[in-house]
Structures are given as C-alpha cells and as structure tokens.
C-alpha cells in the first residue's frame, strides 16, 4: 500500500507518496509539487534532494556501510580485483569466467590510444595540472572515436574503450611531464600491473612487477569505484541528462572531481603532512586552525556529506598502509603524522560534535606515494579509480524511464524590473 505524507500550504491539503528504497531509505516524491501547489524546494548544496533512484551503490553514512550492487566493499576489498569490480557496477552482476575473460580481451583490445593524440600532450605547458590535460583528452577521444551507435555492443565498446585508455592516458601523461618515452600497454599484464609498468618502465631500468603492489594499487581503485550521488557522478549524471556523447560525460565528472573539497582533498592531505614535517606546523596548529571560524582552512581528508562516522574506505586505506609500507620496507614518516593527526582530531571536542572521520583522501596518499605515483598524479588515480562509477550511473541515467534533462529551478533574489539607463547618465 502506498504510503502518503501531507503538506498543508494555508488552507488546502496536498498529499505526495513515500517512496520506500530496498534498505528501508525514504523519499517524499515531490515530482508533480510545482504542478499541484505552484511552489517549488530549495535546498543548497541538495543536502535533502535525492536526485534519482539508483541500484548501483548503497550507502549507509550513520553506520559506515558502502555496498556496490549489494556486496559490502570489505568482502570486495579483499576478494575482488579492480576489472571485476568495473564490471559488476557496469553490468550488474558479477562476471563469470567467460564473461571477465571476454571483457578482458576488450580492455586489451582498446588499450592503445591514436598516435595523434600524443602530439597534444606534448603542446600542454609542462607545469600543466594532470587532471586538466586529462580531462582535456577524455573529451577529445570523441574526435578520434566519433562513431557512437546506441547498439548494447557498441556501448559496450564506448565503455570498454573509456577505462581501457583513460589508464593508459595518465600513464603517458606522466611519461611525458618527466620527459621519458612512452611506455606501451602489454597484453600479458592485468588491468593494474600494466598502469604500473606504463607508469614505471623504463629503458635503463625495466620495472619489477610485485603482485603485493598490484595488489594495493587493485584495492586503493576498488575503494574508490563508486560512491552514489557524489559532486563528480552527479556532474556525470547532469552533463549525460543533455545527451552529450559519454567522453564528454566522463569530462565533466573528471573537473568536478578535481576540486579540493572532493577528490583533489588526497593531493591537500599531503601537502598539510608536509606543513607538519618540513615547516615547523604542529598537529595541535592544524587542529587549532581547523576549527577557527575566520580562517578558511579545513582539516583535508576528515568530514563527509554522508558519513557522520569513520568512513569505511578509510578504515581498510589505513591497514593497506601499513601493509604496503612494510612490505617495501619503506616507512613514511608521514604516515605516523596521519596518525597522530587522526587521534588527535578524534579526541578533539570540535571534531566529535560536528561528526568528522577520516574519509578516503585521508590515509590514500600515503599508499600512493609508497608505489611512487607523485602528489600531481593523486586525484588522477581517483579518477581511473572513479571511472566504473561514473560509468555505470551514466548508463542507469540512459536507460532511466523516468530520465528528464536535468534543470532546477531558482528562487530569483535580483532587482524587479528596472529601466535601462544610457551610459552618459549613469554614476
Ligand atoms: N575540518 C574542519 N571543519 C569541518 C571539516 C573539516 N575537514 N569538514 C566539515 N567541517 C565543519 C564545517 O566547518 C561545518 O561547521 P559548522 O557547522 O560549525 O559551521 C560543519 O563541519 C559541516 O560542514 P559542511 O561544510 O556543511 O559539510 P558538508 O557535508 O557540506 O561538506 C566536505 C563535506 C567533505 C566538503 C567537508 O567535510 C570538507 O570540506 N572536508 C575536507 C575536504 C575533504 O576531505 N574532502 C574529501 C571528501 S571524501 C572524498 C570524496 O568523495 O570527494
């Protein structure tokens, strides 16, 4: 039976259905509220607007659960490689060994990228930012691959193209910052392995591949897969709504993600350890500036819109890092800066009341950095990271029957109608 809830605006009744979600979640379906009462929402930020329903990912922030198509990320951490979660958020489902082996051979197929599109990167100013040259190169893959058909193969083939060659983008990205040649993909290496010898290879000194690196580099991309209605994937989800071609779509997200206050917060993780290190900061300073209100400064890497506990990805991120660092016998002092940031924020009264935790730009850095990615390359590893998401929600958003082109509404604050006034008699 559905459930109602009613709103009373002066003398008359309006009632609007509950929409229940699989995990009990619910939502006042206010679709036809303009319709029926003239008025409209307004909530900044969508802090209270679900924007779609979704079977992708499922989120519980009070009590830290993140699932994607139901599976809890821990059993997908620990099981699972980076591939075969792609293909679960794509398609639904987990692949059999036809199906990954099938999708393999097209991620390999895909995985070069036009010899001409080489000749942009090497025109980008050297100091170029990574994450605008590649959001730059996923809108121009549409000039190289201009064929889009709306075939289930052909999607198929848009998609396998898009995470097969964003990788080996980013890969040549940084060949190129450093100078060095480009380092081919390889059909023989899997999906992580081959981004490390891409990255690594290099003609005085080949790369060793090591499974326990590979195996990192799997997780750090699985923790990162999907996160439902984030600022990048509703970006996805907005710029798709127009019908845009999906390299543009994925554009769109890879700008979004940029920004310091989502995925470009693992690139300021780093720099504040190191304002803790090298220039003399305390972490008390950092706590201390955190919480001032007239200083601009955020602890990076601690809060969540959704998570008002520890953030599951953080939690499994940390125990990587003292996993990947004793394995490569390479301790970061930074990580032990991390740590007494962390427990000195989770003991501070500011941090406890207003429920912030380290999220997964907190400890991912330090992993990253272990591998030997550099700092400018970070938030490009959460985008390779990101992709499958933004992906799979674009493609829900396409096959939605309810899919309207994305367009709010405003509450117009300006000045009322005012007469135009020549330039010789203004002030
Ligand atoms: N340090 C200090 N205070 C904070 C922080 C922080 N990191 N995060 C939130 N607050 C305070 C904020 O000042 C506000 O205080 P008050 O209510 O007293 O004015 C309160 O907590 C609520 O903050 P908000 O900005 O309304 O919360 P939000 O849900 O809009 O923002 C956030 C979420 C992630 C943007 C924010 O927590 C933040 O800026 N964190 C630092 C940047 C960061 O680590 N981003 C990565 C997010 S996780 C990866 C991803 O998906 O992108």
């Not at 290496?189 to 490390?196: D, E, G, Q, T, V």
């Given at each position: 039976m559905t459930e109602y809830v009613k709103l009373i605006i002066?003398?008359?009744t309006y009632q609007f259905p509950v929409v229940t979600g699989s995990e009990g979640e619910k939502a006042i379906d206010i679709s036809n509220l303009r319709q029926m009462t003239g008025y409209i929402t307004l909530d900044p930020g969508f802090v209270n607007t679900g924007s779609c329903e979704s079977a992708i990912t499922y989120m519980d922030g009070e009590k830290g659960i993140l699932?994607?198509?139901g599976i809890p990320i821990e059993e997908l951490a620990e099981h699972s490689t980076f591939r075969e979660v792609a293909y679960l958020l794509i398609n639904g489902v987990l692949p059999t060994y036809k199906e990954i082996n099938r999708f393999s051979v097209m991620l390999n197929d895909h995985s070069l990228v036009h010899e001409d599109m080489r000749k942009f990167f090497e025109n980008f100013p050297r100091a170029s930012h990574p994450m605008g040259i590649l959001s730059?190169?996923?809108t121009t893959l549409i000039s190289f691959y201009p064929y889009l058909e709306s075939t289930e193969e052909e999607i198929n083939m848009t998609v396998t193209r898009l995470i097969s060659k964003v990788r080996t983008l980013?890969?040549?990205s940084y060949k190129i910052s450093r100078g060095h040649n480009v380092v081919y993909p390889r059909h023989d290496?899997?999906?992580?392995?081959?981004?490390?010898n891409m990255m690594f290879d290099s003609p005085v000194k080949p790369y060793q591949i090591d499974e326990d690196i590979v195996r990192a580099?799997?997780?750090f991309l699985i923790l990162h897969a999907d996160h439902e209605q984030n600022c990048s994937t509703s970006a996805v989800r907005v710029v798709g709504s127009a019908r845009v071609n999906p390299y543009a779509t994925v554009s769109a997200g890879i700008a979004a993600l940029w920004g310091p206050l989502h995925g470009g917060a693992n690139q300021e993780v780093i720099k504040m350890l190191y304002d803790i290190k090298e220039r003399g900061a305390t972490v008390k300073q950092m706590i201390e500036k955190a919480k001032d209100k007239n200083d601009p400064f955020r602890l990076m890497g601690f809060g969540h819109r959704v998570y008002k506990t520890y953030d599951p990805?953080?939690?499994i991120m940390k125990k990587m890092c003292d996993k990947v660092l004793e394995k490569l016998e390479k301790p970061d002092p930074l990580l032990d800066i991390a740590k007494d940031l962390e427990e000195a924020a989770l003991n501070d009264e500011y941090f406890i009341s207003h429920h912030l935790y380290p999220n997964v730009d907190f400890y991912s850095g330090i992993i990253l950095r272990a591998i030997g990615i550099p700092t400018n390359m970070f938030t490009v590893m959460f985008a390779m990271g990101r992709l499958p998401g933004w992906i799979a929600q674009w493609r829900e958003s396409?096959?939605?029957p309810k899919w309207k082109i994305t367009r709010p509404r405003q509450i117009y604050m300006g000045p009322k109608k005012t007469e135009y006034t020549p330039i010789q008699e203004r002030k």
């Open positions: 002066g003398d008359k699932r994607y198509r730059s190169m996923v980013a890969a040549i290496f899997s999906y992580c392995a081959n981004f490390l580099l799997n997780v990805r953080a939690k396409m096959e939605d």
